[in-house]
């Protein structure tokens, strides 16, 4: 699928196992563990901000379980607002507007994971609803 090229902040989810390419701009890791079976060496990141993840206890609510995304993607935005996370999302934010950031996670279901969440709160404007916007891939 061609991209679409857009003024402002381009943000994108991949896969840890999937090959770097030169379109991925800064490459940074957005789960709060250590992907299984990979080894430092072997993956091409920049950053770990492990507070911007979701925190223990919401990652571990949700289980990745579909019929609580709503709920999880809720839950992970106040988050992101608040404690811990929000100085972190912030840097992650001002990092958006100077180039392509790629979110790096080992989730399988990349569409309803926190590195889609999160991919989706850098691409909101502060204040107003996710709805109307576009998504991030």
């Known amino acids: 699928m061609p991209r679409r090229e857009r003024a402002g902040p381009s943000v994108q989810v991949k896969r840890v196992y999937e090959p770097a390419s030169r379109d991925d701009g800064a490459r940074i890791l957005v789960d709060r563990l250590w992907p299984r079976g990979m080894k430092k060496q072997d993956l091409a990141f920049g950053e770990w901000p492990k507070d911007v993840a979701p925190s223990p206890e919401l990652r571990t609510w949700y289980g990745h379980r579909p019929e609580r995304f709503e709920e999880f ?24 507007l100077s180039g392509t950031v790629t979110l790096l996670t080992a989730t ?10 999160l991919a989706e709160a850098l691409l909101t ?13």
């Open 73 to 96: 993607r809720r839950r992970y935005r106040e988050e992101l607002a608040s404690g811990d996370a929000r100085e972190p999302f912030e840097e992650l934010r001002q990092r958006t």
């Open 108 to 117: 399988r279901d990349v569409e309803r994971s926190g590195a889609a969440v």
């Open 125 to 137: 404007p502060e204040g107003r609803s996710r709805r109307g916007h576009g998504r991030a891939r």
